[in-house]
């Protein structure tokens, strides 16, 4: 009887943690322990949901077992940065610990005229193909998102503007958003509600004024940022009495928030945020702003273009 992928894959969770771990490179590019059981936990899920409980019955039942392999993975589109590459690896390593993936060109990379060849992975077939699909939907996202993140760094960067990411990503695969959005060139936002404060409009209403929330925050997290969300010119005047540490302008016009950094004049830092585009960029591009979030870079990724192919049968 043929062994499905899924109960070899089964298998390998139950050993010790060390099979199908990351290379110390990978881990680091992963940002710590913490990162790297976020990336393991939400690649075995991706794992799970496309081997189900019978494993890959396509390549189980058409490849011989002990059948090797080298494949390929193929950058195809223009003017993209390859992200991801550490994650592939860690896919088809958590798959079957034998295979042999080698990174061929630097994470961040920027390609202009593809094709390039990224990667190769090597062992048994079956392993590559089972393994296939999960490591390119990441790659290809996380390229995607690298991409875009490039593209606004570029226009920002000559004004001292840092593009931040939001929390607007895909649940489960933060870890994987966050981390493309700074290979691109962007800046990491707070990474969960764990690590900043950010008082918003809801939190506000809740707790009364902006001036009670900031205390409250402040009286329980001595140590941790804080940042206020605002609408209105009164909005950030009491922002600003707070002692807050960054203070959001929401929805703003380029006009309005001229007229809001002249009245903090660097008292707090600076993040405009709403709605900004790649097209509307350079309206925002305004003196004393320090930051501008762009929550599309994450909820609304266009994938890069990269295939696996089967180059050589061993």
């Known amino acids: 009887m043929t062994v499905s992928a899924t109960n070899e894959y089964t298998k390998q969770l139950k050993r010790e943690p060390a099979a199908g771990s990351m290379s110390s490179a990978t881990a ?63 896919v088809f390593k958590m798959v079957d610990p034998s295979l042999e993936f080698t990174a061929l060109v630097d994470e961040g990379i920027y390609i202009d005229t ?21 490591a390119l939907n990441l790659m290809q996202r996380m390229s995607g998102i690298a991409t875009s993140a490039r593209l606004y760094a570029q226009k920002a960067r000559p004004f001292g503007i840092e593009i931040l990411d939001t929390r607007k990503t895909a649940p489960g695969l933060r870890v994987f958003d966050k981390l493309a959005v700074k290979l691109g060139g962007g800046t990491n936002h707070r990474i969960g509600l764990y690590d900043q404060i950010l008082i ?37 005047q009491e922002a600003l009495d707070s002692s807050c540490d960054i203070i959001m302008l929401d929805n703003m016009t380029p006009a309005q928030i001229v007229s809001c950094v002249d009245l903090i004049q660097k008292k707090a830092q600076i993040e405009v945020s709403g709605g900004i585009t790649l097209e509307t960029l350079d309206r925002y591009l305004i003196a004393g702003v320090d930051f501008i979030s762009v929550g599309s870079l994450t909820h609304s990724v266009k994938s890069v273009d990269i295939s696996l192919e089967v180059e050589i049968g061993i």
Do not use: M, W
């Open 28 to 90: 680091g590019i992963l940002n710590g322990a913490y990162s790297d059981e976020l990336a393991r936990k939400a690649i075995e899920f991706a794992l799970l949901e496309d081997l189900g409980q019978e494993g890959d019955v396509t390549s189980n039942s058409t490849i011989p077992e002990t059948k090797q392999a080298t494949a390929t993975l193929i950058a195809k589109d223009h003017n993209s940065v390859i992200c991801g590459l550490a994650v592939a690896e860690l």
């Open 114 to 134: 593809p094709p390039v060849t990224v990667a190769t992975v090597s062992g048994k077939a079956r392993s590559i193909l089972t393994a296939e699909r999960t």
């Open 200 to 236: 918003k409009d809801n939190h506000i209403a809740c707790a009364g004024s902006i001036s009670k929330a900031v205390a409250a925050a402040r009286s329980l997290y001595k140590d941790k940022r804080i940042e206020v969300e605002t609408t209105t010119l009164s909005e950030v």
